[in-house]
């Protein structure tokens, strides 16, 4: 078959259309695509260096706000100790007896129970509340006086519950009451030794009994002066 110089020029159009198909399909649509992921990821920088701009001309603001979370934070922990032990029940007790006109007769008080905050593993901090379980005997003021006594704590408690009997014979009341106490482990806090007075321990005498006095020596009598006999006088 004879090629004619028309069919080859046709030939080589036809070569020149299916490569131009072929660049526009592989070449310019890929090159068009990845101009649009590089403007994309223009936009996005842009916008995070908006972003970016805002916070650093806001730092200053910001730092002051962190400094003012963390007063704020230490504020709040410090009315929360990082343990509750016997002793401190004890001396609280006493201090109660010294401020009001209570008297407490048993004293008990629980193990620590967690309580969830839901930010145990953000901030390593976990909170605690400790029951305290006292009975006692006081006067209407003096019931009173407990309460406000609580109040004024710098530690956070609360009274959880309170039961008073009235005695009509002396009019004082009687009953229990428990004291919530909150601690927190993980702060930066130390544990705060109560301060115990010096006291006298034991008694002179367990049996109170008392001593008889000692008796006092008899002195012997003096023996009697003799008296010469008168002299007969003569008639």
């Known amino acids: 078959m004879k090629v004619t110089k028309r069919d080859i020029g046709l030939l080589v159009m036809l ?52 400094d003012r979370i963390h007063e704020e934070a230490a504020e709040v922990e410090s009315h929360y100790p990082v343990q509750i032990l016997p002793e401190n ?5 006493v201090e109660l007896e010294e401020n009001a006109e209570v008297y407490y007769a048993n004293l ?13 593993e953000s901030t390593g901090i976990e909170a605690y509340s400790v029951d ?8 209407y003021q003096g019931l009173k006086d407990v309460i406000l006594f609580n109040n004024a704590q710098n530690n956070r408690l609360v009274v959880d519950s309170v039961s008073a009997t009235f005695d009509s014979t002396t009019g004082n009341l009687s009953g229990s ?16 030794e109560p301060y115990v007075p010096a006291l006298p321990i034991g008694v002179e005498n367990i049996f109170g009994t008392f001593e008889l006095p000692l008796e006092a020596p008899v002195e012997e009598a003096a023996p009697a002066e003799e008296v010469a006999p008168a002299e007969e006088v003569a008639p």
Do not use: C, H
């Open 177 to 192: 009451m428990v004291l919530k106490q909150y601690i927190i482990t993980g702060s930066d806090g130390v544990y705060q």
């Open 15 to 66: 070569l020149g259309i299916i490569v131009g198909i072929v660049v526009y399909n592989f070449v310019y649509t890929s090159n068009m695509e990845e101009a649009d992921r590089i403007q994309a990821e223009v936009a996005t920088l842009k916008d995070t260096q908006k972003a970016l701009r805002e916070l650093e001309d806001n730092k200053p603001f910001y730092l002051a706000e962190i």
């Open 108 to 120: 008990s008080y629980g193990t620590p129970a967690l309580i969830s905050t839901g930010f145990e």
């Open 132 to 139: 305290m379980s006292m009975s006692y005997q006081s006067t």
């Open 89 to 93: 029940e004890i001396m609280y007790a």
